[in-house]
Structures are given as structure tokens and as C-alpha cells.
């Protein structure tokens, strides 16, 4: 274990005097620092961190990795529009000559959005805009983003509790798109792109030989993969495992991720990419061995056992997807939406079943008593069916709305992913407007990390911030 730390700090030497940033990834590595400095901005700077030569990074929400290759500067994703004009400036200022190239790791809105001032600057100038190179399916993700902008907005608004949030129908579409691999050679360097499912069906990660560097994309977000997230399009766990484990074959030296900070030193970069493989392939495998034995979707959701060890490392922190989410995606992958409860095949309306649920149990009030008494008792997930139940069967009734915000708030404060905990906000504050008479975006502004929210301030991985900021 000596040898290892050893040659990792020799790495870490070898990339450059990068100060007080390299000490905080460090740190970060170790488990005694959190994202949250790196997530909200504070090394996000008018210049590029220097990681090696011919290495910039721009450390914000969204990574933005930038190459020197002596011929012109490549990108490797942009960013998101609020950092646009920032990176920008650091990308101006890494002197390095005009940006040539911007290569796109997947079409997710804070990975795209940062092109515009680099084709305003070329229009300006008269030169040649940056040339963005993604996989073929994203143009096809953008076309769907454009047609379905009002269903994305409102579950954007629900996840990250932003209420006011309008998804966009303008995109930056590539100039050029591949399949499976495409080689392109700038300057000095050439930068190996590679095609893999993982979170989308459009994913590239970006292999640079000659400066040991891997961009992993969002295939590597210091978070259990995104791999289940609830209210969004299908993921792919095993064929993410399955890139994770070519990438590790690649024996990099630098790793720098979508989100979070870079990874130093061809032993931690294995490791990294070791364990997250191993965490998707454990529940694959766990996932497929109840499927085919029959078991319902809710045998298979409960029987299925997540390597805690796994979860414990400050990289695969269930912080914004969790390891439940990704199982249900699994079945919705290999065996539809159909969860083999045959009332559930052809249901009557929601809102009905409940009502009869409710006259069977003495009334709405009575299932919101029974809610209150499991939420006392620690009983969440039960607690919740019965609030829920009893706010469709009696959705203007005051007191049944108040059980349910209580039941969902506290649920809110119990959860570690952003995705659980938006969700759980939302029903709190629809039925908190219910009892106040308010509306939904009074109540998600009403405390100072609900206001946060409501910004933008949205993040991934271990941020630890003591008010629930996500």
C-alpha cells in the first residue's frame, strides 16, 4: 500500500503546481473534505487550474476540461449557461490560441451551454466557430428536449425544486457526429473518442494518450452512478459497468470527471473506476437473479442488498441517485413497466382506490391518524402510503393535508439523494399550500435552503452543508 501512496504523490507532483486546489482534491480523495467548495464555485475562477502544460480544468457544477494542443485549444464539454461567460474568459486566458474544437460528453443541458460566447467571439472576429464533435444520438436528444420542453420543466422544477425553472428549446448542435469511435487528431495531440451507455444513450468518454488523461463525462460523478434516476429517460447499468471497465484498461494517470473534482495518480484512477464498476455489476446481478426467479418488482426492490462497503467511499455516496432507483431501472430495462401486481395491470383512478380505502378504514381522517402514528413511530415508508391515500381520497381537507406535508417533510430530511428529497419536498409544499391557503412556491421559499433551492443551487456527491442545501 506504501508503493501505491507513493507513486500517487509522484503523479500528483508531476501535474503541475496547482496550490491550494490540488491539496483540496486531496483532501477530498481522503474523505476529510467535501464537493461542496468545488460544486458551489470557489475554484471557479476568470482562470483555467493549471493541472499539467497543457492541462486546464474549470472546476464548477459542470466540469470543463481544456487542451492544449499547440494547434488551438479542444474542449471537452462547456459547461452550463450560467458559467458560460466565466469559462470564456479562463479559456481566453489560458493562451493557449483559439478554441478549435468542443467536444461534447452527452447532450445534458450543463454539459452543452457553454459554446455560444466561443461562436459569438468567432462571428465577431470573422474566423471559424469552434467545431462540436458528440455521438450521432444527440442530436436526437435535443429534438426530443424541444418536443417535450413543458414535461422536462416540471419535473426539473420537482427534482431540484426550482419552481420558476422553463427548460429550453434553443440548442448548440454538433457539427459533426459518430457512432462508435471517432480519433481526432489536434495539433499534438489526439484525443480518442469512445461511445458507451451509461446515464444516456449518448455518452463519450475522451481518451488523450499522450497526456494519460481520461474525460470520463458524467460515466464518473463522485456519486453512485446515475443510473435509476426516477422521473428521467432510460439508464443503462451494465453497459455502463461495461465502459467503466475499458476505461480502466486504459491505465490513466489523470482522471477528470462530469461533476466533482479530478482524480490524481494511475492507482486511485483504477480504483475509482474499480469500485464504481463493481457497485453496478453487484446490483445487475443481484437485480437479475430475483427477476429469474419470478419475484415481483417489490421482492426485488427489497431483496436486493447494496455493498455498503462501496457506499462508504466518498466517490459512490448515494448523494444524488441511489442504489433503489437503479434496480427499478433494471426492471423497467429487461422487463417493462409491468411489476407483475395484477391490480396494478388495469388500475381504476388513483384518486377512487383511495376513496375506498378510506371508507373501508372510517374515513380520510382516520388514515391520516394512522399516517401521523407511523411517522412517530419511525415508519416512513408506511407513513407515507397512508398520508398519500388519504389526501386523494380528500384532496380540500385541511387536516389530511397537514399529516401529509409532515409525513413528507420529514421523509425530505431523512433522504441523502436530491432526487428522493426533491420529490419529497414537492408533496410537502403542495399540501403546506393546501393547509396555508399559499401556493407550491411560497412554501419550497419559505426557509433560506428552500430559497437556495429555488436559485439553482443543485449539486451532486458529498456536500454535507448542514441546512440540506441540494
Known amino acids: 500500500m506504501t508503493g501505491h501512496k507513493e507513486q500517487d ?4 507532483s508531476a501535474y503541475g503546481s496547482y496550490g491550494s486546489y490540488g491539496d483540496y482534491i486531496d483532501r477530498v480523495w481522503q474523505g476529510t473534505e467535501t464537493l461542496l467548495p468545488h460544486l458551489t464555485g470557489a475554484y471557479s475562477g476568470s482562470e483555467l487550474v493549471r493541472l499539467r502544460d497543457r492541462v486546464g480544468f474549470f472546476p464548477a457544477f459542470a466540469n470543463v476540461a481544456a487542451f492544449d494542443t499547440g494547434d488551438g485549444v479542444v474542449l471537452v464539454d462547456s459547461g452550463d449557461f450560467r458559467t458560460a461567460a466565466q469559462l470564456h474568459e479562463a479559456v481566453s486566458g489560458f493562451a493557449a490560441g483559439p478554441v478549435r474544437s468542443v467536444v461534447y460528453t452527452h447532450g445534458h443541458l450543463d454539459h452543452v451551454f457553454g459554446v455560444t460566447p466561443f461562436d459569438q467571439e468567432a462571428d465577431k472576429s470573422g474566423g471559424p466557430r469552434p467545431e ?14 424541444i418536443r417535450t420542453a413543458g414535461y422536462n420543466s416540471w419535473i426539473n422544477r420537482r427534482q431540484f425544486g426550482v419552481p420558476s425553472l422553463e427548460w429550453p428549446t434553443t440548442y448548440r448542435y454538433p457539427d459533426v457526429v459518430y457512432r462508435d469511435r471517432l480519433t481526432l487528431r489536434r495539433g499534438e495531440l489526439t484525443f480518442e473518442l469512445v461511445h458507451a451507455r451509461g446515464e444516456t444513450d449518448d455518452h463519450t468518454y475522451v481518451w488523450i494518450p499522450e497526456l494519460r488523461t481520461l474525460c470520463t463525462g458524467d460515466l464518473f460523478i463522485w456519486n453512485t ?10 439508464r443503462y447499468p451494465e453497459d455502463w459497468a461495461r465502459a467503466l471497465r475499458a476505461m480502466q484498461e486504459l491505465g490513466a494517470e489523470l482522471l477528470l470527471p462530469g461533476h466533482g473534482v479530478p482524480i490524481v495518480g494511475s492507482h486511485r484512477v483504477h480504483q475509482a473506476l474499480d469500485d464504481t464498476a463493481r457497485l453496478l455489476e453487484s446490483l445487475c446481478e443481484q437485480t437479475r437473479e430475483l427477476m429469474n426467479a419470478g419475484h415481483r418488482l417489490d421482492a426485488v426492490i427489497h431483496g436486493v442488498k447494496v ?13 444524488y441517485d441511489e442504489p433503489e432507483f437503479v434496480v427499478r431501472n433494471l426492471w ?6 409491468y411489476d407483475q401486481n395484477p391490480a396494478h395491470l388495469k388500475p381504476a383512478p388513483e384518486a377512487d382506490v383511495a376513496a375506498e380505502f378510506a371508507r373501508a378504514a372510517g374515513g380520510a381522517s382516520a388514515l391520516a391518524v394512522r399516517a401521523s402514528e407511523l411517522l412517530a ?10 398520508a398519500e391515500t388519504a389526501a386523494l381520497a380528500a384532496p380540500a381537507d385541511q387536516e389530511v393535508a397537514r399529516v401529509r406535508a409532515d409525513v413528507f417533510a420529514r421523509r425530505a430530511l431523512e433522504e441523502t439523494s436530491t432526487m428522493a428529497r426533491g ?26 435552503e428552500g430559497r437556495r433551492r429555488a436559485e439553482g443551487a443543485i449539486s451532486v456527491g458529498v456536500v454535507d452543508d448542514e441546512d440540506g442545501c441540494c
Not at 462508504?312 to 448515494?318: E, I, N
Open 9 to 12: 504523490h509522484a503523479q500528483h
Open 225 to 234: 452512478p446515475n443510473a435509476g434516476n426516477p422521473q428521467k429517460v432510460q
Open 332 to 337: 423497467r430495462l429487461w422487463g417493462g413497466w
Open 423 to 448: 420529490v419529497f419536498h414537492w408533496a410537502a409544499a403542495e399540501s403546506a399550500a393546501v393547509t396555508a391557503g399559499t401556493d407550491v412556491q411560497t412554501e419550497l421559499t419559505r426557509s433560506p
Open 132 to 145: 462540436v464533435i458528440a455521438h450521432e444520438a444527440v442530436p436526437a436528444r435535443f429534438d426530443r428536449y
Open 307 to 319: 455493498p455498503e462497503e462501496l457506499l462508504a467511499k466518498p466517490y459512490l455516496h448515494p448523494a
Open 377 to 386: 413511530a419511525g415508519e416512513l415508508r408506511l407513513a407515507s402510503h397512508l
